[in-house]
């Protein structure tokens, strides 16, 4: 399986991006879909995940202002990422694990068997 992840690029504070995570390879009847962020310095972040099921879970710092969809039929995942502040600056990184994943286990990065190779997002203030 490949994850493509595109959409990043500058923007300026309270600006919107959407980012998306093309997946290539093999299919999976069940899966969850996560999107993390790690910016410089710091450790790789949740942000939220998808499962087939269509429920979709969201770390408290972007809810309300991030929204993560799947369009299946195109094999692709969303992030759109709105009010955007100078902190959500990082490496946005796309993941998949092909499992339906419990809720405690969602932000734990360990066992998304596969990432994308990241997108920059760079706020400006």
């Known amino acids: 399986v490949q994850l493509q992840a595109s959409g990043g690029g500058l923007v300026q504070a309270g600006g919107s991006l959407r980012l998306a995570c093309a997946a290539s390879?093999?299919?999976?009847?069940?899966?969850?879909m996560g999107w993390f962020r790690q910016a410089p310095g710091k450790e790789r972040e949740f942000l939220g995940a998808i499962r087939r099921s269509g429920s979709v879970h969201y770390a408290d710092p972007v809810k309300g202002r991030f929204t993560i969809s799947i369009d299946n039929a195109k094999n692709t995942l969303y992030l759109q990422m709105n009010r955007l502040k100078v902190e959500d600056t990082a490496i946005y990184y796309c993941?998949?694990?092909?499992?339906?994943?419990?809720?405690?286990?969602?932000?734990?990065?360990?066992?998304?068997?596969?990432w994308g190779q990241g997108t920059l997002v760079t706020v400006s203030s």
């Open positions: 390879g093999r299919t999976f009847g069940t899966y969850t």
């Open positions: 993941t998949l694990d092909p499992t339906s994943r419990l809720y405690n286990r969602l932000a734990d990065p360990h066992g998304y068997e596969f």
